[in-house]
């Protein structure tokens, strides 16, 4: 992951559902462009927060065992309203299904309790050792940075 567009994990079940935040910004460097005097978080960027949302709560139904989680599949994808700077997205995902190689979720995001983005996603689990063994190492830290970032933006209980 590049970059995190989740800010926080407000509640999470393992195996059953995710309730996760994202506050937009000003300072986002990508609302500069789009649209110019009118900005608005792309929808790419509100499926992404969906998609990341989904991969947190796979990683924690699955204790961390899998490097990548990937987006495999969208469907169903609605956009509804604009989110703006100063604005917080708050995501709900339902883990559908899932086993060892990927997992279905369905996901929405609303704003002041409206909806603004929903979609079927499939994202798909795996290890870079599965393709390459020399891969290893790079499962490894890839799976410490996850755990250390899930520390820092995860529900206090």
Sequence with gaps: MKFCLVDRITSLVPSQSITTIKHVSLAEEYLQDHFPGFSVLPGVMMVECLVQSCAWLSRVTD?????????KQAKAVKFNSFLKPGQTLEVTAIMKSANDDSAEFQASGTVDGKSAVSAKLTLSKQNLAAHNVRMTDNDARMVTAMKELYEQIKVVQ
Aim: aromatic fraction near 22%; proline fraction near 0%; charge should be neutral.
């Design 63 to 71: 204790d961390f065992r899998y490097s990548a989680i990937l987006l």
